[in-house]
């Protein structure tokens, strides 16, 4: 199976800093990855898509000043959540489309998450 | 709108007690329903992808079916281990998932 890591697992971080979190498909070439949120309970919200070799696409609401996402090669994509505040505290997990699948809809393949704490 | 919903949003089952979750979806060109498994801090985990009305894949105590306007998660014989956020999502063509609220399964030995 398709198998996406991303790390850090936890990360805690001052308010005012920047924090990366780095997201890679492992077994599989990916040209698009996605960034979401999850707070407590809830669902995944789409923060971006993030596409190989060009600029993410935000969704509504998102600051990508605030989030900035690059996809430097076909297997890594790196969210920088930048002069962090505590409510940027959150369960922020990745995924990958894998290009191998098909039949219409794409599979996504999701890491483990990366849990930040901004104090 | 493009839109999935997921019923019952929580579930208690005694182990081997046979249950079903629901996933409506008003999604324009489906392009695929997909089922995810989500256990607490942790990501999503892949369990199965349907394309067509009619379709049904199956793994281990899990079938999932789908209809026009539905896909159904059959759990057969469930076992605690089962315990987990069911999530359903949708691709309507934008490769972008249509996510649904999940449903939150309790299996009790």
């Known amino acids: 199976g398709a198998v996406v890591s991303q790390h850090p697992s936890r990360v805690i971080c001052k308010s005012g800093t920047s924090v990366k979190i780095e997201c890679r498909s492992l077994d599989f070439q990916a040209t698009t990855m996605f960034w979401y949120r999850q707070f407590p309970k809830q669902s995944l919200m789409l923060m971006a898509t993030s596409n190989e070799g060009s600029k993410a696409t935000y969704e509504q609401g998102v600051e990508k000043d605030k989030f900035l996402i690059n996809h430097a090669s076909l297997t890594l994509s790196t969210l920088t959540v930048t002069s962090a505040h505590p409510e940027d505290s959150s369960f922020y997990i990745c995924?990958?489309?894998?290009?191998?699948?098909?039949?219409?809809?794409?599979?996504?393949?999701f890491g483990p998450g990366t849990r930040l704490t901004v104090t | 709108e493009d839109q999935v919903t997921q019923s019952p949003e929580a579930l208690r089952l005694q182990e081997g007690e046979s249950s079903s979750l629901n996933c409506s979806y008003t999604v324009s060109g489906l392009r695929g329903l997909f089922w995810y498994r989500q256990d607490p801090g942790k990501g999503p985990e892949f369990l199965f992808t349907l394309y067509s009305a009619g379709e049904e894949k199956e793994k281990e105590r899990l079938k999932a079916t789908l209809t026009k306007k539905e896909s159904f998660l059959h759990i057969t014989a469930p076992k605690p281990e089962d315990s987990a956020t069911y999530l359903c999502?949708?691709?309507?063509?934008?490769?972008?998932?249509?996510f649904g609220t999940g449903t939150r399964l309790k299996v009790l030995a």
């Open positions: 995924s990958a489309r894998d290009p191998r699948t098909g039949g219409g809809g794409y599979e996504q393949y």
């Open positions: 999502a949708a691709d309507s063509g934008t490769y972008k998932y249509i």
